[in-house]
């Protein structure tokens, strides 16, 4: 059974970093893709940002610039940098892997941006 383990998250001031992390476990085939997604309350989750297989990354118009996605040589661990962090950054991020048969979501992990 594939789990993903999410961590990274918390407080932190407006303009201040984190990192978020996420580590893929169990049988895995044929990762596709893996990215972040994060909901705000009251709100439909959305997308933050993607990378696939063949290393192409796809980002929300919101953390452009802001927030980097990357992942491990081995590609079942994927990251967000998050920089320049502003209160409307404020969700439950959530992680998701992607095979060609289903999708995987990690439990989630809070960021709470303020002062």
């Known amino acids: 059974q594939v789990q993903l383990v999410e961590s990274g998250g918390g407080l932190v001031q407006p303009g201040g970093s984190l990192r978020l992390s996420c580590a893929a476990s169990?049988?895995?085939?044929?990762?596709?893709?893996m990215g972040w997604y994060r909901q705000a309350p009251g709100l439909e989750r959305e997308l933050v940002a993607t990378?696939?297989?063949?290393?192409?990354?796809n980002y929300a118009d919101s953390v452009k610039g802001r927030f980097t996605i990357s992942r491990d040589n081995a590609k079942t661990t994927v990251y967000l940098q998050m920089n320049s962090l502003k209160p409307e950054d404020t969700a439950v991020y959530y992680c998701k892997l992607e095979t060609p048969s289903r999708e995987v979501w990690g439990q989630g992990t809070l960021v709470t941006v303020s002062s």
């Open positions: 169990g049988l895995i085939f044929s990762i596709t893709a």
């Open positions: 990378v696939t297989s063949n290393g192409y990354t």
